[in-house]
C-alpha cells in the first residue's frame, strides 16, 4: 500500500503540473433557429478539422454564443446539436501565432424530424437523453471515459448501482437484463463483470438504459433493459484499439482487450478479443442462533462459522463476425463468440457448535475446493433489408448457443470435541456436468407511414433444452461409494413464440407510443432419479401457457423548458433454467444450495411519470406491484440452512429519483442522482408469514473534471442507506473512487489511474430472520483496488460509427443461464 501511495502521489503531483500547461487561442460563435431566435444550452462539440477527433465540449448561454478558450494551433470546426434539431457541422477556422483568436460563422439549427421526443438531460455534447421509452448515455461525450471500462461507464450511469458482488440494479431492483448490441452476452452476473471490467469505454458508442422496455423487446426482466452498443466502424481501412490494465487489491486483476475492424469495398470484418485473470478474497461471518417454538423464542443453541475462500478465475472472451454489404440495401452478416472460464474456489470454514451459554459443543472444520471449467459459445447469422429511404425495413437473426459446464467438487468435513479430539470425518466429492441449448429466431418490420406515425412488428420463436447431471460419493476407507440421497440428473426443455406490435404517432407537442406482445410458454422438465433412492425418485413436470404485455409511452412536451412523460408496461420473469434444477449443491456441511422445479414466473406491473426541466434536472416517480414474487429464500434443516429461490407473494416497489448534470464551470461537470426507494414483501414462506417492509434512501455523485493538455479527472462516489431483499436486510453501505487521466501519443493513447473503494466500505453485513432462527452476517472481499490503464487507438479514427444490424435474438433465453466466474 506504501507504494501504492507514492504512485497516486506522484500521478497527482505531474497533473498538477501539467495542468498549468495553457495555450491562447480563442475561438467563438453563435447559434440560432431557422427564426433567428437565439438558442441556450445547445450542444457544442470541438472538432479537429484534420481527423474529426472531438477536443472540447461545451453549450451555448442565453444568448446563444459560446467560446473555447486554450486552443493550440490548428484546423478546427463544431458540431451544434440540441434536442429537436437536426446536428449541424460549421466551416472550419484555422488558428495560429499570426491569428489566435477566431470566430465560426452564426449556425442556424433546423426542426428534426418528428419521432418519439427526446429530452436532454444533460448540458454537455447530449452526455443524457431522455427518450419515452428509454434513456440513452452517449460515452463519447464524456471527456473523462477515456481510458475508462463499460464497468466504470455503467457504474456511473443515472439509476444504476452495483452490489458487493457487482451484480447490476437498476432503480433499486436487481435482475436487471444486460445485452450487448442487443444480443446476450453468454455471460452470468459474475462472469459479466469481469467482462465489462475488460472492455474498454472507447469500445462503446451508447449505452441504452430502458427501465420498462417497449413490446418489441422480450418480456422478461421486471427490472428492465441495459443495452450497450459498442462501435462499429463504416470507414473503410483498417483500425482498432488496445487496452491493458492491472489492478491490484490484495490479490492481482490483470486484463487487457483487443478490437479490430477491416472494412475494404462490400466487406466489414471485425474482432473483439478479451482476457481477465481475476483473484480475490472472501471473508464471511456468520451467527445463527436456533430458536425454540415457543412465544418466548428461548436460544437453544448457537452456531457460529468463519469461512475465508480464495478464487482464482482466467477468463477469455473472443467475437469475430463479418457483415457483406449485398446491394445498397441489403446486408448479411454472422458473428461468431466463445467464452471460456476455469475458476478454482478454494474455501477453509471454522465452526463452532454452542448452547445458548456460548458453551463449546463441538467443532468443525470445513476446507473444501470446487474446480469449475466453463465455456459456450454462440453463432448468429443476421440479414438488414432496406426498401428505401423513409426507414422502412426489415432484419432477421438465426442464433444458436451452446453453454457447458463441468464442476469438480470436494468437501472434507472434521469433527472435534471442545478440546479438539478427532471425533469424525466425512469426505464427499462431487462431479457435476450441465449443458444448455438455446435456438433461436426472430424477425422484426419497420414501416414509417408519414414522419409523424411509424408501425413496427415482429416474431419470435425459441427453444432450450438443458441436461444436468450430479454425481456424488462419499469416501469410506479409501474408496468411493455413490451418495443415492443426492446423485440424480434433471432434463428441462421450452418453447416461447412470440409476436408483437408498436405503433408510434406524433401530434404536435404529444408523442404516444402502443405496444402488444404475445408470449405462447410451453416447457417440461424430467427428475430421472437414480433408481435406487427413495428421496430422488423419478417424476416429472410440464406446463402452457399464454401472456399479453401491453405497453404504453406517452410524453408532451409543454414548453423548450418542461416536458412530461408517463409509461406502463407489463414483466415476466421466468426462473434461471439451473434454478429449475432439483439439485443439491453443497457450500458446506451446514450450508448447501438446491433448485426447485416447481419455480413458477413472476408478473410485474410497472408505471412511470417523469419530468424533465432545462435540460438538465429530470424528476421520475415508479411503482411497481410483481404477484408470485420469487427470491432467495433461506429454509432450516436441522441446524443446516437450504438457499433456493422460493415463490414468496408478492413484492411492492414506489420510488421517487432526481437526477441532475450541472456544469458547475467550464472544467467541472458535477453529476448528482438520488433515488428514495420503498419495497414491501408480503406472503408466506415454508409455513410462516412474511412481511417486511424498508425504504432506502441511494445518493450518487459523480465529479467530472477536464483540464488543458488532455488531462481528465474524477471524484465520485455512493451511499446507499439500510434495505430490503427478500428475507435479508442490508445494513448502510457506500464507496468512494477517484481517477485521473492523460492523453498521450498524439490523442491516439490514454493513461488512467484509478482508486476504488479507497475508504474500505462497501463491505455488506446484514440480518436474515427465518423460520427458529436469527442469523447475522458479515462480508469482506477485494474491492479496495488502484488500476492502471494504457489504451491506444490505431488506424483510422473511430468515427462515423452506426451499428450494423447483428443483434441475435436470444437475449431473454441466455439472460436467464447461471454460469460461473467471481
Do not use: C
Not at 205 to 210: G, L, P, T
Request: glycine share 8%.
Amino acid at each position: 500500500m506504501r507504494n501504492t501511495n507514492a504512485l497516486l502521489t506522484a500521478a497527482f503531483a505531474f497533473w498538477a503540473l501539467g495542468a498549468t500547461a495553457q495555450t491562447n487561442g480563442k475561438l467563438e460563435g453563435h447559434i440560432g433557429n431557422a427564426k433567428g431566435q437565439a438558442l441556450e444550452a445547445v450542444t457544442i462539440t470541438l472538432l479537429s478539422a484534420k481527423d474529426s477527433s472531438q477536443v472540447k465540449v461545451t453549450t451555448t448561454d442565453g444568448k446563444g454564443n459560446f467560446a473555447f478558450d486554450h486552443l493550440s494551433n490548428g484546423s478546427y470546426l463544431i458540431l451544434a446539436s440540441s434536442i429537436g434539431y437536426d446536428p449541424a457541422y460549421s466551416s472550419a477556422v484555422e488558428l495560429s501565432a499570426a491569428h489566435p483568436a477566431g470566430a465560426i460563422a452564426p449556425v442556424q439549427l433546423q426542426p428534426a424530424s418528428a419521432s418519439l421526443a427526446t429530452v436532454a438531460v444533460v448540458a454537455r455534447k447530449p452526455l443524457i437523453e431522455v427518450k419515452a421509452d428509454r434513456t440513452i448515455v452517449n460515452v463519447d461525450a464524456s471527456p473523462s471515459n477515456a481510458g475508462s471500462t463499460a464497468m466504470d461507464v455503467l457504474e456511473k450511469s443515472p439509476g444504476i448501482t452495483l452490489d458487493k458482488d457487482d451484480n447490476i440494479s437498476l432503480k433499486g431492483k436487481q435482475g436487471v437484463t444486460v445485452m450487448i448490441d442487443n444480443k446476450p452476452t453468454y455471460l452470468s452476473a459474475s462472469q459479466l463483470a469481469s467482462y465489462l471490467k475488460s472492455l474498454p469505454a472507447s469500445a462503446i458508442d451508447q449505452i441504452e438504459i430502458m427501465s420498462n422496455p417497449s413490446a418489441k423487446y422480450d418480456a422478461a426482466g421486471n427490472s428492465g433493459i441495459i443495452n450497450i452498443k459498442t462501435k462499429k466502424n463504416k470507414l473503410k481501412g483498417f483500425n482498432g484499439n488496445v487496452n491493458l490494465t492491472q489492478t491490484q487489491g490484495v490479490y492481482p486483476k490483470p486484463s487487457g482487450s483487443v478490437n479490430l475492424n477491416y472494412r475494404n469495398g462490400k466487406v466489414n470484418l471485425f474482432l473483439n478479443g478479451g482476457y481477465a485473470h481475476w483473484e480475490g478474497f472472501e471473508d464471511l461471518h456468520i451467527t445463527r442462533k436456533y430458536l425454540d417454538g415457543d412465544a418466548a423464542k428461548t436460544v437453544n443453541s448457537i452456531f457460529m462459522q468463519e469461512s475465508q475462500g480464495r478464487f482464482i478465475s482466467p477468463e477469455g472472451n473472443l467475437k469475430i463476425g463479418m457483415d457483406y454489404y449485398w446491394t445498397q440495401k441489403t446486408t448479411v452478416g454472422f458473428v461468431v463468440s466463445g467464452n471460456i472460464n476455469p475458476e478454482t474456489d478454494r474455501q477453509t470454514s471454522h465452526i463452532q457448535l454452542m448452547d445458548p451459554h456460548y458453551t463449546i459443543d463441538s467443532v468443525v472444520n470445513s476446507p473444501s475446493v470446487n474446480k469449475t471449467n466453463w465455456k459456450n459459445g454462440s453463432i448468429n447469422l443476421n440479414l438488414r433489408h432496406q426498401y428505401d429511404s423513409t426507414g422502412r425495413e426489415l432484419t432477421a437473426d438465426l442464433d444458436y448457443v451452446r453453454y457447458g459446464s463441468v464442476s469438480n467438487q470436494n468437501f472434507d468435513n472434521q469433527t472435534y470435541s471442545p478440546g479438539m479430539d478427532l471425533l469424525s470425518e466425512d469426505i464427499l466429492t462431487g462431479h457435476l456436468p450441465s449443458t444448455i441449448n438455446i435456438y433461436t429466431f426472430k424477425s422484426d418490420y419497420t414501416h414509417p407511414f408519414r414522419k409523424t406515425l411509424k408501425l413496427e412488428a415482429g416474431v419470435k420463436f425459441s427453444y432450450v433444452n438443458t441436461d444436468n447431471t450430479a454425481d456424488y460419493y462419499n469416501l469410506v476407507g479409501g474408496q468411493e461409494q455413490v451418495d443415492t440421497t443426492k446423485t440424480n440428473r434433471f432434463k428441462y426443455k421450452e418453447n416461447i413464440n412470440a409476436a408483437y406490435v408498436n405503433l408510434s404517432k406524433t401530434i404536435k407537442k404529444w408523442t404516444i407510443q402502443l405496444g402488444l406482445r404475445a408470449e405462447n410458454t410451453n416447457y417440461s422438465g424430467h427428475q430421472l432419479g437414480n433408481g435406487i433412492s427413495v428421496i430422488n425418485r423419478d417424476s416429472s413436470f410440464s406446463k402452457s401457457y399464454i401472456n399479453l404485455f401491453p405497453t404504453t409511452y406517452i410524453s408532451y412536451e409543454l414548453n423548450n423548458k418542461n416536458t412530461f412523460s408517463v409509461n406502463y408496461g407489463r414483466r415476466i420473469d421466468r426462473p434461471a433454467y439451473q434454478d429449475l434444477n432439483p439439485f443439491l449443491f453443497f457450500l458446506d456441511q451446514y450450508t448447501y444450495q438446491a433448485g426447485n422445479p416447481y419455480l413458477q414466473p413472476q408478473y410485474t406491473n410497472n408505471v412511470e411519470l417523469s419530468h424533465t426541466y432545462n435540460h438538465f434536472l429530470t424528476t421520475t416517480l415508479n411503482y411497481s406491484y410483481t404477484s408470485n414474487f420469487f427470491s432467495q429464500t433461506f429454509q432450516q434443516s436441522g441446524q443446516a440452512t437450504i438457499i433456493r429461490n422460493g415463490n414468496i407473494g408478492s413484492r411492492q416497489n414506489a420510488g421517487i429519483a432526481v437526477s441532475a448534470q450541472v456544469p458547475v464551470t467550464k472544467w467541472w461537470t458535477t453529476v448528482l442522482y438520488g433515488n428514495l426507494n420503498w419495497n414491501k414483501f408480503a406472503g408466506m414462506l415454508y409455513g410462516d408469514n412474511i412481511n417486511i417492509s424498508a425504504t432506502t434512501f441511494l445518493f450518487n455523485m459523480n465529479n467530472q473534471f477536464s483540464f488543458p493538455g488532455g488531462w481528465n479527472a474524477e471524484l465520485s462516489g455512493f451511499y446507499r442507506t439500510r434495505g430490503v431483499e427478500g428475507q435479508v436486510l442490508i445494513d448502510p453501505l457506500g464507496q468512494a473512487t477517484s481517477a485521473i487521466s492523460k492523453k498521450v501519443l498524439k490523442d491516439k493513447g490514454s493513461i488512467k489511474v484509478s482508486f476504488k473503494d479507497m475508504l474500505y466500505t462497501n463491505s455488506p453485513k446484514g440480518t436474515i430472520d427465518f423460520q427458529q432462527t436469527e442469523a447475522s452476517f458479515r462480508n469482506r472481499h477485494d474491492s479496495r483496488v488502484v488500476a492502471f490503464t494504457f489504451t491506444y487507438n490505431f488506424g483510422k479514427p473511430l468515427k462515423g460509427i452506426g451499428n450494423r444490424h447483428n443483434e441475435g435474438g436470444s437475449t431473454e433465453e441466455q439472460g436467464r443461464v447461471k454460469s460461473g466466474g467471481h
